[in-house]
């Protein structure tokens, strides 16, 4: 019997297979970002990339709510930015970042973004987060900081700096935007932005308080491989996958 993380991502998946367990994740990590609170009028996007055409992919329908989003709601796009599948436009920002994101990033299966209250906050400061929790080592030495803001994103050049800016990370901070994370796992990606979120908010909190003790770099970077490995992310989706697909089984259809 498989266990819990062969199960989840599972090589021996069939093309078919593999496609609607991205498209079931992701249709998901939408419902869960409107639980959350993540979604902000049209603003927000989460992609995967089709696991027989890699350059292309999967993402939502512009102006439709998160917590709306069914699996064949989902649109597919290629690498030129034309809608290969699926009925409804899709939002030019996510267009934009999306691919330069994938296309810098070829083990990037899936990449969020999204207008949260606190990434957004806290990226007003243009600074990174500090280990001071034990949830944000996750991103201790493995996240970026965007230090610029033009405006929205509908420049394809936009989008290369920011996926410059990634790097080989695993999440960015855009100064005055918002979050950016990507996984190996659609899951990961979802979970590194719940994650970030959260942990935003404990620095914002924190730092109201007063100024906030750091952990150790020693132990803040051993903690970093027990809570920021893919496996981690994958293991800490899965129950609120649990949670959202019990209470909200239309997802899939």
């Known amino acids: 019997m498989m266990n819990m993380e062969e199960e989840l991502y599972n090589p021996k998946r069939t093309v078919e297979e593999e496609r609607i367990h991205r498209k079931t994740m992701l249709a998901a990590a939408f419902r869960l970002f ?47 930015n034309e809608i290969i599948q699926g009925d409804c436009p899709v939002n030019e920002a996510a267009l934009v970042i999306h691919s330069a994101v994938h296309q810098a990033r070829p083990d990037a299966i ?42 929205v994103v509908y420049e394809a ?21 918002g979050l950016l994370t990507v996984g190996n796992t659609v899951e990961e990606a979802a979970w590194w932005f719940i994650s970030m979120e959260r942990a935003c908010r404990e620095h914002v909190y924190a730092h109201a308080i007063g100024n906030p003790i750091e952990i150790d770099k020693e132990y803040a970077a051993l903690t970093a491989t027990q809570e920021g490995p893919p496996e981690a992310g994958i293991l800490q989706f899965k129950p609120l996958f649990d949670m959202i697909i019990k209470e909200q089984p239309d997802l899939v259809n």
């Open 34 to 80: 409107s639980k959350f609170g993540f979604d902000n009028g049209v603003a927000g996007h989460i992609t995967a990339r089709d696991p027989e055409n890699s350059n292309h992919f999967w993402v939502n329908p512009y102006a439709m709510h998160f917590s709306h989003i069914k699996v064949s709601d989902l649109i597919l796009v290629n690498e030129q």
């Open 157 to 177: 050049e936009e989008g290369e700096r920011i996926a410059k800016a990634l790097g080989n990370n695993k999440a960015s901070i855009l100064r005055n935007h």
């Open 110 to 151: 899936a990449a969020a973004h999204a207008h949260s209250t606190y990434g957004q906050i806290w990226s007003t400061t243009g600074k990174l987060l500090k280990p001071i929790t034990q949830d944000s080592c996750a991103f201790y030495n493995d996240h970026s900081l965007f230090d610029d803001y033009t405006g």
